[in-house]
């Protein structure tokens, strides 16, 4: 049997994800679905007529989920669940704010992903998304490997895009890392960054890598404040697409997610951002990476901001 991949929430990003988890076509299904009556079936139809444009073969099936949890059942078998469901930031929002109305939502999505696709990989997207990957943890049941959160990636890759645009060099010459939360204490690891293997702290000066450290801590406010309405979709999806990809190509890739975190670093009982392996089963170990004392500081830092939050989703 083929692949089958769910993402829930037809919004921006659920719904250019669910397009380009079928254009990759290896999928059989994706199943996309929201809560807004013809949103997703509406949704599905245009992008299976993109088939014979694109050439993939994965169809896209919509689904319309009633509040009873009516159309779940449609998402049975599946793989790997993309929760996008909630609200997104207005600009001068942070994503916190965000915490007690979309705490429902997910609550309510993963109770029905455990009782319909018990088997399956949940990637979460939903902001506060450190807060609201351990909720979906704690509502699903699942083995902690197995719920993992979409943040590390996409801080990454606006470091690296920054970085590739101060310099005037290919993207594909950069290579940078974010690890911490998906908020304030977002940790950017300049030690840990490169272009074209050279360190660099040897290609620009200190004050201008803090100024893209705080440009790629502030990525998505910026876009926020540009579209006035809703928050990025086009670089989040990419990245949660291809963690999906990574789970169902069981591929091994180590990519920075939010994953639970027991002992590396010395860090405890946590989901944060960090480097891990990723394949079948969701998060196969998490991976260290060398930091400076400045940065492993940070990093615990993160790890105490996002335990004390992570505490009080239980009872949300
Ligand atoms: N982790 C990240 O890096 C990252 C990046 C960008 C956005 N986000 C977050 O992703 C989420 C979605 O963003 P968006 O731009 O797609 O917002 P959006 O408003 O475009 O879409 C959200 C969708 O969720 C649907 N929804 C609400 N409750 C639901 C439920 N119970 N079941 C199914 N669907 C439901 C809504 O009807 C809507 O279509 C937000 O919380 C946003 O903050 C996270």
Known sequence: MGKKVTVVGAGFYGSTTAQRL???????????TDIIDGKPEGLALDMNQSRPIEGFETQVVGVTTGTDGSGYEQIAGSDIVVITAGLPRKP?????????????IVRGVSEQV????????VIVVSNPLDEMTALAQIATGFPKNRVLGQAGMLDTARFSNFVAETLAVPVGTVKTLTLGSH?????????????NGKPLSELLPAEK??????????????????LK????????SAAAARMARAVAED???????????DGEYGINGVYLGVEAEIGAGGVKRVVETDLTQ???????????????????????
């Open 22 to 32: 079928a254009e990759y076509d290896v999928f059989e299904t994706v199943v996309l």
């Open 92 to 104: 001068g929002m942070s994503r916190m704010d965000l915490l007690e109305t979309n705490a429902k």
């Open 114 to 121: 455990a009782r319909h696709a018990p088997d399956a990989v």
């Open 183 to 195: 908020g304030d204490t977002m940790v950017p690891v300049p030690s840990q960054c490169t272009v």
């Open 209 to 226: 890598i803090d100024e893209l450290v705080v440009r790629t801590r502030n990525g998505g406010a910026e876009v926020v404040a540009l």
């Open 229 to 236: 309405t809703g928050s990025a979709y086009y670089a989040p």
């Open 251 to 261: 591929s091994g890739a180590v990519l920075p997610v939010c994953a639970w975190v």
């Open 294 to 316: 400045a940065e492993r500081a940070a990093l615990g830092e993160a790890a105490e901001a996002v335990r004390a939050k992570q505490g009080d989703v239980a009872n949300l």
